[in-house]
C-alpha cells in the first residue's frame, strides 16, 4: 500500500541556517510527489511539485526514486518559513483517478 | 477569485446524532476533495467528486458519505457520530481533479467537536 512518511515532527533551526525537511514514500506506480505548506492562520497550499523541477521561495525537493525519498531543502531558512510542511504523493485510484495521500506533516520553526 | 468556502467552520455535536458539511468550490473548478485532519492521523482522504459522481472513496466507515451538486458544490455528512469523529474537516477543489497535474485548493475547514 501506498505510504508516505516525514519521520521528523518538529524540526528547529536558526535564521540562516540550512534546511532540509525528510519524506520517504512508498509506491508501487510510478511516483509524483509534491510539498504543501500551511502557515499559520493560513490554508494548506501547494509549495511545490517534482515535475516542475521549480524553486519556490528559495525551496527545492529532488525525487530520489532509489532512496524512494523527496526531501524538502533551503540553503538559509527564513523565520517566515515557520510553517508545517507536508508531503504528498499522488496515488492512482482503482478508478484510474488520481487522489492524494499526505504525510504526517513536519512543524518547521525558524528562530531569530 | 474568491477561494473555496466551506461552512459552518465550527461544529459541536453530541455522539449519535449526524452533521453535514457544505464546501463550495472555486468557481470554474467541478472536482471538490475531501479530507480529515487529525492530530494523530494527519490529513485522510474520504472522498472526491466530480461532476456530482463520486469518483473515489478511501478507506472510512459507510457512516460518511457526500454529495455533489450541479453547481459542484458538496456536503459531506456523517451520521451516528463517534468521539473519534473529532476533527478538522477539510475541502479541496481543482479544475478537473483526478490528475496530478490538476493543482488542488484548499479551503479553511470545519471544526467538528463531538462530545
Known amino acids: 500500500a501506498q505510504r508516505v512518511t516525514q519521520p521528523e515532527k518538529l524540526l528547529s533551526v536558526f535564521k540562516g541556517a540550512p534546511v532540509e525537511l525528510k519524506c520517504n514514500y512508498s509506491y508501487s506506480g510510478s511516483p509524483e510527489l509534491f510539498w504543501y505548506v500551511q502557515y499559520s492562520r493560513q490554508r494548506l497550499q501547494l509549495l511545490l511539485r517534482?515535475?516542475s523541477r521549480e524553486s519556490i521561495k528559495g525551496f527545492t525537493a529532488d525525487l530520489n526514486k532509489g532512496e524512494t525519498s523527496f526531501h524538502l531543502k533551503k540553503p538559509f531558512a527564513q523565520e517566515e518559513d515557520s510553517a508545517m510542511y507536508y508531503c504528498?504523493?499522488?496515488?492512482?485510484?482503482?478508478?484510474?483517478?488520481?487522489?492524494?495521500?499526505f504525510g504526517k506533516g513536519t512543524m518547521l520553526l525558524v528562530s531569530p | 477569485k474568491a477561494g473555496v468556502t466551506q461552512t459552518p467552520r465550527y461544529l459541536i455535536k453530541t455522539r449519535g446524532q449526524q452533521v453535514t458539511l457544505s464546501c463550495s468550490p472555486i468557481?470554474?473548478?467541478?472536482?471538490v476533495s475531501w479530507y480529515q485532519q487529525t492530530p494523530g492521523q494527519g490529513l485522510q482522504f474520504l472522498f472526491e467528486y466530480f461532476s456530482e459522481t463520486q469518483r473515489n472513496k478511501g478507506n472510512f466507515p459507510g457512516r460518511f458519505s457526500g454529495r455533489q451538486f450541479s453547481n459542484s458544490r458538496s456536503e459531506m455528512n456523517v451520521s451516528t457520530l463517534e468521539l473519534g469523529d473529532s476533527a478538522l474537516y477539510l475541502c479541496a477543489s481543482s479544475f478537473t481533479g483526478g490528475v496530478s497535474t490538476d493543482t488542488q485548493y484548499f479551503g479553511p475547514g470545519t471544526r467538528l467537536t463531538v462530545l
Open positions: 517534482h515535475i
Open positions: 504528498a504523493l499522488s496515488v492512482t485510484m482503482n478508478s484510474g483517478y488520481s487522489t492524494l495521500t
Open positions: 468557481s470554474g473548478h467541478r472536482s
